[in-house]
């Protein structure tokens, strides 16, 4: 099974700032098969990105991924009071597994 | 539009059975995989299971294998999860979701309904 670990579990921004979130995988993912997920409380998870770098449909350019094999990264260009959720990496190349999550909240 | 309902969550004592079902409207739904997906309270997410367009394939997480079965009605447009021999750390809210293609089997989700809660205890 392919663990993903996110680490920090929480990370703490300005409105405006620049979040750099990160997911690291046991091994590599096969075809950068992973995703990201955004999820607010009492909500449900909403696509972000898949394919490590490509914007779900109706998802603005200030979010973008980016990484290969064990190393991906989501990034939030300037952070909107909207934008303070928790965020889960999936990969879909093995099986399915998600990360543990990070929050990112007001600082 | 695209639209997944959970229904049948509830409270169960443990080793007791629940059924929960998902309705789909706005896609085709016998093109598409499902999944269930759960989030204990204050967790994580985590699949569960997963079925094919067809309902040919179906494959479980560990913690569930031999106690939940998943299925669906194309002809409904209802996916549907059987648990059996339910234990106090299958608490959760129950996510039913769309897989974003008809094959590979294991993708990721571009759908998911709001969820429906199953809490397990005497």
């Known amino acids: 099974e392919i663990v993903l670990t996110q680490s920090p579990g929480t990370l703490s921004f300005s409105p405006g700032e620049r979040a750099t979130l990160s997911c690291r995988a046991s091994q590599s993912v096969s075809s950068s098969y992973l995703a990201w997920y955004q999820q607010k409380p009492g909500q449900a998870p909403r696509l972000l990105i898949y394919?490590?770098?490509s914007r779900a449909t109706g998802i603005p350019d200030k979010f973008s991924g980016s990484g290969s094999g064990t190393d991906f990264t989501l990034t939030i260009s300037r952070l909107e009071p909207e934008d303070f959720a928790v965020y889960y990496c999936q990969q879909y190349g093995t099986s399915l597994t998600f990360g543990g999550g990070t929050k990112v909240e007001i600082k | 539009q695209v639209q997944l309902v959970e229904s049948g969550g509830g409270v169960v004592e443990p080793g007791r059975s629940l059924r929960l079902s998902c309705a789909a409207s706005g896609f085709t739904f016998s093109n598409y995989g499902m999944y269930w997906v759960r989030q204990a309270p204050g967790k994580g997410l985590e699949w569960v299971t997963l079925i094919s367009h067809d309902g040919s394939n179906k494959q479980y997480a560990d913690s569930v294998r031999g106690r939940f079965t998943i299925s669906r009605d194309n002809s409904k447009n209802t996916l549907s999860l059987q648990m059996d021999s339910l234990r106090g750390d299958d608490t959760a809210v129950y996510y039913c979701?769309?897989?974003?293609?008809?094959?590979?089997?294991?993708?990721?989700?571009?759908?998911w309904g709001l969820g429906t809660t199953v809490i397990v205890s005497s």
């Open positions: 979701a769309k897989s974003a293609v008809t094959w590979p089997y294991n993708y990721y989700m571009d759908v």
């Open positions: 394919g490590a770098s």
